[in-house]
């Protein structure tokens, strides 16, 4: 959707970022419970690039997620993707899935999110999809602007406790939104674990032989991923 944009609106936008300390692994404080979880895909490793097959330069289908380490007092695990460099105020979301089952182990296959490849979500029974930044409930593969550098893309999975059953404001909605899910997370998250893919578009304007490499906007006082 993006790729047709010219890059000098890129290069403008380049120093604007929502930035990593705004994405919920690092808004939400759980103490010994940050990055309990281990985080994994097969398609790519920690702070690497994603292949294109899962963006919109490909299929745009939703990548395999492996995690491990949920503790035993959690009901479910949600599952929040955002991209930590998009040039608005707070991560763009790419997905959200609550009520996963809340196993010591669990995975989503390549393809569980409905996408551009794929107009069905094939969750497990428990799972539902939540509404991602553009109001659909699927995986909005990462779509960067041409010129606007490196981009991170946050797959953060949360265990959370059982709900009170008599609060019917800590249920979430059939497809929740980001606010939702934060209001859950910061009321019942056990523990958390991260996982970052990057993709960028190369810039038009610059020669391949002259390109320099990608830098980041350094944040401080980042918890530790």
């Known amino acids: ?7 000098a609106l ?10 990593l300390d705004e994405i919920a ?7 010994t419970g940050t990055a ?20 919109a330069d490909g299929e745009g289908r939703s990548p395999p997620l492996q995690w491990s380490g949920v ?6 695990v949600v599952l929040l993707v955002e991209d ?11 997905a959200i899935v609550v009520d996963l089952p809340a ?12 996408s551009p490849a794929q107009d069905d979500s094939t969750l497990p029974a428990t799972g539902r999809v939540g509404r991602n930044s553009y109001l659909q409930a699927a995986w909005l593969p990462p779509d960067p602007p041409p010129g606007h550098g490196v981009h991170r893309y946050a797959f953060q999975v949360f265990a959370l406790a059982a709900a009170d059953p008599e609060d019917e404001t800590a249920l979430l909605d059939e497809t ?34 002259q390109e320099e490499p990608a830098t980041l906007p350094q944040t401080p006082g980042l918890l530790a991923t």
């Open 10 to 19: 890129g290069h403008a936008l380049r120093n604007q970022r929502a930035g």
């Open 103 to 114: 196993d010591a182990e669990g995975t989503l296959p390549e393809s569980a999110l409905a």
């Open 84 to 94: 930590a460099d998009a040039p608005t105020p707070r991560p763009l979301v790419h």
């Open 71 to 76: 503790p035993a007092g959690a009901a479910s």
């Open 176 to 209: 929740p939104g980001r606010e939702a899910v934060m209001d859950a997370i910061n009321a019942r998250a056990l523990a958390s674990g991260l996982l970052i893919g990057t993709y960028t578009r190369p810039d038009g304007s610059i020669r391949a032989d």
């Open 36 to 55: 309990a979880i281990a985080v994994s895909s097969l398609a790519f490793a920690d702070h690497a690039p994603i292949p294109a097959l899962y963006t």
């Open 25 to 31: 692994f690092n808004l939400v404080d759980l103490r």
């Open 1 to 7: 959707m993006l790729e047709k944009l010219p890059d």
